[in-house]
């Protein structure tokens, strides 16, 4: 059975920092392409930051430079540093693995993410 769970969710002043993990399990986790995204009330779910297999990273515009992605395989982890924060990054943070053919190649392949965690909250005030 595979689980994504994450952690480290909260509430934080703009301008602070949190650290976000998503434990996974039931997968191999060094063969997966991992993803975080996010979803506030009533807006789409987004794709934040992904890193492939072989470490390689992928931002959204809107996190470059504040946000850092990273995996580590031998404890089938995946973590999120946000830094900087802002109001705007309040939202629903979650961490979803793809296993595709495609995402051995490019990660996010475009094929869709296989597993997703249940969430965990991010609240940022002014």
């Known amino acids: 059975q595979v689980r994504l769970v994450e952690s480290g969710g909260g509430s934080v002043q703009s301008g602070g920092s949190l650290g976000l993990s998503c434990s996974a399990s039931?997968?191999?986790?060094?063969?997966?392409?991992m993803g975080w995204f996010r979803q506030a009330p009533g807006k789409e779910r987004e794709g934040v930051a992904y890193?492939?297999?072989?470490?390689?990273?992928t931002y959204a515009d809107s996190v470059k430079g504040r946000f850092t992605i990273s995996r580590d395989n031998a404890s089938n982890m995946l973590h999120l540093q946000l830094n900087s924060l802002k109001p705007e990054d309040t939202a629903m943070y979650y961490c979803?693995?793809?296993?595709?053919?495609?995402?051995?190649?490019?990660?996010?392949?475009?094929?869709?993410?296989?597993?997703w965690g249940q969430g965990t909250q991010v609240t940022v005030s002014s």
């Open positions: 039931g997968i191999i986790f060094s063969d997966y392409c």
């Open positions: 890193i492939g297999r072989n470490g390689g990273t």
């Open positions: 979803a693995a793809d296993s595709s053919y495609y995402s051995r190649f490019a990660c996010p392949s475009g094929s869709g993410f296989d597993y």
